[in-house]
Structure formats: C-alpha cells, structure tokens
C-alpha cells in the first residue's frame, strides 16, 4: 500500500476546520483488522485529530496517539501540537476537546490543553473509568484520570456555536461523531474505507459489530444525501460519501483548502 504523507488538509464551512494528523503507521495487516479481507497487505494508517473554529470557540476533535513512549503506533513521531501550532493555535487557545472515545489513539495529549472543557459521552467514561478498566489501561490512568473540567453527555448536545455531538455507538459503547453544517467528524464510526463500500464489514476493534454495523447503515446514506464533508480517524484527509451503484464509496477531496 502507498504511504501518504502526512500534513494539514483544511476545509472551509461555517466553522473552519482543519485535518491535523498526529502519526502515521502500520496498524496491521488488513486480513488481521478485518477477517473477512483476505490479504496480508499492511493497513497503513493516519492518526487524525480536528480542529474546528466556530466564532470565538476553538475544538478540537481527539487528541492522537500522543508522545514517546506509548503503547500505539510506538515508532510513529507525534505531531499534533505542531501542527496546531502551524494553523496558529497554542495548547491554551484550545476551549473544548471532544473525545469520540477514549481508545488510545484517541487520548494521547489529553490534558495538554490546561483551559479546555472536556466532552465524552457518559457510556464511554462509565465503562473506560471503572476500576476494572482503569488497572487494564495505563494511558486512561495518566491522561484522563486527572481531569478536572470533564463534560459527559448523553444525547445530542451543542458543544460550540453550530457544533454537535451525536452518539454513533458500536466501536466503544459511547463512541460519538461531531457535527457541523456541512461536516461530520465520524471518529471510528468508520475505521477504513471498505466499510462505506460495506457498512457490516467488522472490525476486530469495534466492542459490538451489529452496534457498530447499524450506526454505518444509518450514517452513510445520511452522509451522502447531505453531500457533507468528512472527516475519519483513520481515513487520508477530508471526503465526502458519494453513491454508487446500490451502495455508497468513499471519495477523498485531498484538498488542503477549498470550500463547501
């Protein structure tokens, strides 16, 4: 599989947004992440984050994989507040992070952001900060676990002016998207490409598949009647969903600015 390389990818909507990939790496083979694939290619993936401007309120969608040492992508550099930093925002400018959940490449600079509220949907924090979960996960035990300022939500709510979470559940049990008009950051709701193309295609990840499965059968017809910009966890850059034939695919605009 071709590498691409990784940068910025911005996108104008009412609320500026801009791709800001953390690392990059092989995840794994694609037969591994996906069973019913049958090729040992190498799944090599971005690691993305968001960034969306709506007004005076700045948000950032995740927080990457984080710094040396870390359990994910180990050899991956970690880029995220350089490339806040290259689109003119410091770690203190950042009002609330969104966490669609809190596997570990989703949490990784958690807590760099001293004056953000953070936003999690209440499923995820009850299941990943039960003392159960916490003795198993030593990133949520150094990143999340001292939080003071945590918002957990449990149905849509408005984060920022014109800016959305709405649970997508499946890959984790409180996974969420973010909206915009004209935007949808879908996180792992969606971790490859194939699963536009075949919304039931499971990943070993997703906590429960048929959860998982039914949010994409629900979203991607969504999305693509919309004509709305997206933007994945794991896919290159920002896209849209575009019919084709009885289903829908995946269509990267791998445009570093343009408008909507």
């Known amino acids: ?7 910025i990818r911005r996108q104008e909507t009412a609320v500026k947004v801009d791709v800001l990939a953390d690392c990059e790496g ?30 005076d ?18 050899d991956g550099d970690a880029a ?10 410091q770690p203190d400018e950042v009002d609330v992070v969104v966490h669609t959940h809190l596997h570990v490449d989703h949490v990784g600079w958690t ?24 003795a198993q996960r030593q990133h949520l035990r ?3 676990l001292s ?3 945590v918002e957990r939500v449990t149905a849509e709510t408005e984060i920022a002016p014109g800016i959305h979470v709405q649970p997508a559940p499946g890959h984790t049990p409180g996974h969420m998207i973010v909206r915009a008009e004209g935007l949808a950051v879908i996180g792992d709701a969606a971790a490859h490409e194939l699963q536009i193309a075949d919304p ?30 997206v933007i994945a966890g794991h896919f290159p850059g920002i896209g849209r969903i575009e019919r084709a034939g009885k289903g829908f695919r995946w269509s990267s605009t791998a445009k570093t600015a343009s408008s909507l």
Do not use: Q
């Open 1 to 7: 599989m071709a590498r691409r390389r990784r940068g």
């Open 26 to 55: 092989t995840f794994a083979t694609l037969r591994e992440a996906f069973p019913a694939i049958h090729s040992d290619e190498d799944w090599w993936i971005p690691v993305n984050c968001a960034l969306l401007r709506s007004g």
């Open 57 to 74: 309120a700045t948000v950032l969608v995740d927080t990457g994989a984080g710094p040396k040492p870390r359990p994910f992508m180990p």
């Open 80 to 89: 995220l507040l350089d490339e806040l930093a290259r689109v003119g925002v």
């Open 111 to 134: 807590g760099s952001f001293p004056n953000a509220r953070y936003v999690v949907h209440e499923d995820d924090w009850a299941y990943f900060m039960s003392e159960a979960s916490l």
């Open 142 to 144: 150094e990143k999340v």
């Open 147 to 149: 939080l003071e300022r």
């Open 200 to 229: 039931n295609l499971v990943f070993v990840n997703d906590m429960d598949a048929d959860v998982s499965a039914a949010t994409r059968r629900r979203l991607i017809p969504e999305l693509a009647a919309e004509g709305a910009a």
